[in-house]
């Protein structure tokens, strides 16, 4: 038996003191019950919630990234080129975590790792209902058709996207370039640069700028920092949305 707060922290969720705070606030649960006291110790086979997030000694990491050009998202490559597990740094690096999904080498952006496998079936399964979020520089001038054509499905090998959030950033008529966001619930190979592929536009720069509920904005590439409880726990709610669907 061990204290509650030990538990806590050797899962990496928050401190002893930290842990102190979220039992005296009601948040831990040991099997289901609400626990208040300091005290409680528990053994291998109970289980410890955080704000119903089990907590279990093989702590579970969930981390975001901001990726920059030039990893692969992937743990190891065989031409040894530099993966994003270079950028993981010295404290996590015991959890053995892994990417969620893919950001091609050359694209940049948020990028989710953890140790979860589960959670990542769940991000990234076919059911997943988490938006992906694109800033896209394209080469040529964007028309409204396209747009269009975007926002309702294209055919990529062999198939039909489903339906995205698509708008015009900015035109940039001196280097004949377009900006434009999408948003896409699926994750097909290479999807953006394929969807654009097939509306005739070539994708020079793209970057991941939201995952779900998770951003950025105020991260370096190349940083990484642990997903809040509560991000994880939005996560999940969100994988369980719908996807976009065509409207009939
Ligand atoms: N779509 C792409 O084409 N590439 C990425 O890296 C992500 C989405």
Known sequence: MERI???IAASGVASRRKAEELILEGRVKVN????????TKVGPKDEVTVDDIVVSKLSSLYLV???PRGYISSVSDEFDRKTVMDLVPKEFKDFHVFPVGR????TKGVLILTNDGDFMNQMVGPKSGVQKEYLVRVKGIVNSSVLNRLENGVMINGKMTLPAIVSL???DRENSSSLVRITITQGMNHQVKEMFKAVGYEVKRLTRVRFGNIKIDDMSEGEIRRLTIHEVKTLLELAKQPKLLRKK
């Open 5 to 7: 707060q030990k538990r």
């Open 32 to 39: 289901g019950i609400v626990i208040s006291n300091l005290g």
């Open 65 to 67: 990234l901001n990726k």
């Open 103 to 106: 950001l091609d080498y050359d």
């Open 169 to 171: 950033e900015s035109i």
